[in-house]
């Protein structure tokens, strides 16, 4: 059984920054891929970022710059660093993780068997 909580989120100011952080509470994290996804009002959830079991990573080309995940597997911890922060960056952020998952589908949600429970950001103009 895995437990993923998400922390960080809040609201700023356009050009500011925030860091998201993902606690995993379960066994082997070091194991786990983690990604973070997120969804606007009336949009759909989408792909932002992700962190392989070993540390590859990927990013959409929307944050690519001014995003950056990292891990920390003493911790169980995955963050996000969010910088120069965009009022279309405004979402609920998602922590998303799970074993084995194939360079191919680091971008797929369906790749994901574990979901925290969202954290709002919110970016003012």
């Known amino acids: 059984q895995v437990q993923l909580i998400e922390s960080g989120g809040g609201f700023v100011q356009a050009g500011g920054s925030l860091r998201l952080s993902c606690s995993f509470v379960?066994?082997?994290?070091?194991?786990?891929?983690v990604a973070w996804f997120r969804q606007a009002p009336g949009k759909e959830r989408e792909f932002v970022s992700a962190i392989r079991y070993d540390r590859n990573t990927a990013a959409a080309d929307s944050v690519k710059g001014r995003f950056t995940v990292s891990r920390d597997n003493a911790k169980n911890t995955a963050d996000l660093q969010m910088n120069s922060l965009k009022p279309e960056d405004t979402a609920v952020y998602y922590c998303?993780?799970?074993?084995?998952?194939?360079?191919?589908?680091?971008?797929?949600?369906?790749?994901?068997?574990?979901w925290g429970q969202g954290t709002q950001v919110t970016v003012s103009s």
């Open positions: 379960g066994q082997s994290f070091r194991a786990y891929s």
């Open positions: 998303a993780a799970s074993r084995s998952v194939i360079l191919s589908q680091i971008r797929n949600n369906e790749a994901y068997a574990w």
